[in-house]
């Protein structure tokens, strides 16, 4: 069964950095495309940044473009998000998420993952 756990949140100050880490149990990470996304409360689940199975490839929303930056290490079983130049708008519950086995990375749609973790609540003050 596939378990993913994210860690790393917490509450930060504007401006500031966070790094959110996606441990996997229990499968092969580097045989799944992971996600990470948010929601904030009152609206919907949206992406934030998919990363291929190999890592070579990246699908980053527009809003977070130059700020955040997801990368993995299989060999750790782990996919990160490094998070900078953190705002308020940022403030959610990130949590990261895996397609099917093997199916590759073409969109950040949250629709197209099946596995979640329960979630990070990241908090930016202003």
């Known amino acids: 069964q596939l378990r993913l756990v994210e860690s790393g949140g917490g509450l930060v100050q504007t401006g500031g950095s966070l790094r959110l880490s996606c441990a996997a149990s229990?499968?092969?990470?580097?045989?799944?495309?992971i996600g990470w996304f948010r929601q904030a409360p009152g609206k919907e689940r949206t992406e934030v940044s998919c990363i291929s199975r190999s890592g070579s490839r990246t699908i980053d929303a527009d809003s977070t473009k130059g700020r955040f930056t997801i990368s993995r290490d299989n060999t750790q079983n782990t996919v990160y998000l490094q998070m900078n130049s953190l705002k308020p708008e940022d403030t959610a519950v990130y949590y990261c998420?895996?397609?099917?086995?093997?199916?590759?990375?073409?969109?950040?749609?949250?629709?197209?993952?099946?596995?979640w973790g329960q979630g990070t609540q990241v908090t930016v003050s202003s």
């Open positions: 998420a895996a397609r099917a086995r093997l199916l590759p990375l073409i969109s950040c749609d949250p629709t197209a993952f099946t596995s």
């Open positions: 229990g499968f092969r990470l580097g045989e799944h495309t």
